[in-house]
């Protein structure tokens, strides 16, 4: 059997930009994509904390040190500008891997830069 955990999540980034004609997708300081493990062409979701949405997309990597957070294409009609989203990452894993696996999570500050990052979430935490 196998299952889909969380492998990666970015959370509490800040929208830098939504860009209705562009083709799709999320582009994603290069960086921040290192940090945690994502890759371009992924699939990912995105939860926007402000308005609920979830949604599904894929990685574009921007440009290195540019801390973007960028909706493209249709998925720019689910955020604004300065919305705070959360995006995770899932791979899928053989049973006998589950119990020893280890997402990265970045938390992020207002300026899109990781202020800590954990191997897993605790459990009853409240993030600001």
Known sequence: MYRTLMNAKIHRARV????L?????ITIDEDILDAVGMAANEKVQIVNNNNGARFETYIIPGKRGGKDFCLNGAAARLVQEGDVI???SYAM???EKVKDHQPKVAV???YNEIIEMLGTEPAATVML
């Open 108 to 110: 992020m500050n207002e």
């Open 93 to 95: 894993m053989a049973e």
């Open 16 to 19: 830098t930009e939504s860009n």
């Open 21 to 25: 004609n562009y083709v799709g997708s």
């Open 86 to 88: 959360i995006v995770i």
